[in-house]
């Protein structure tokens, strides 16, 4: 992965959540070539080969969202959000998604779903719900479900593992906390993940 002349070594790196599962980014960069390449979850998803310029944007998905990796080199002033930037002797690599800093996009990302990671049949699972679009996703498997109109609220009902879930959306009845999401199975509701691995 190397030569004399330049290394193409990892130089960055990002995981992050999404509802169809977690993603990895790795990013080389060859220093003296301008050479980029860039993985997503291991697979090659885009390589440039040599290049005059050795700083600017790569553009690339991740799943559905558009992102970019900025390649500045240090000593300049970066107006960016140094949230999620890898630096090294002589460049910073910054990773957008969608348009707004890694940091910025996990903010929304965690008021947009909620997250649940349920042991069930001693299977662990991961169950995201998209608040904006009420889609879920099982284990990163977008389900067919539909909500069903309750005295409460609404409930959304699916399988795990042979098993009986549902999501229930009831309002809070205060205006700042704005509906409650609530994941059961059986009778035993699940308690919210906190996932710190960028949702």
Not at 57 to 67: C, N, P, Q, V
Not at 127 to 151: A, P
């Amino acid at each position: 992965m190397s030569n004399d002349l330049d290394s193409y070594d990892d130089v960055a790196q990002w995981d992050l959540n999404l509802p169809d599962g977690k993603h990895s980014v790795r990013f080389q960069h060859g220093t003296t070539s301008g050479r980029r390449v860039i993985l997503v979850d291991g697979k090659e998803v885009r390589n440039t080969g040599w290049q005059f310029k050795l700083v600017g944007k790569e553009s690339f998905l991740i799943g559905k969202h558009r992102a970019c990796i900025i390649i500045e080199a240090n000593g300049l002033k970066s107006q960016r959000d140094s949230e999620g930037s890898f630096k090294h002797e002589y460049y910073t690599y910054i990773l957008e998604v969608d348009g707004k800093s890694l940091k910025r996009f996990v903010e929304n990302r965690k008021k947009a779903c909620r997250t649940w990671t349920p042991h069930v049949g001693g299977n662990p699972h991961r169950v995201v719900l998209e608040k904006d679009s009420l889609n879920v996703w099982l284990d990163g498997v977008k389900l067919d479900v539909m909500g069903e109109f309750t005295d409460n609220g609404t409930e959304t009902h699916f399988m795990i593992d042979n098993r009986e879930a549902v999501i229930r959306a009831v309002t809070s009845g205060k205006r700042r906390e704005g509906i409650i999401y609530s994941l059961f199975i059986g009778d035993t509701q699940v308690p919210d993940a906190f996932e710190n691995e960028n949702l």
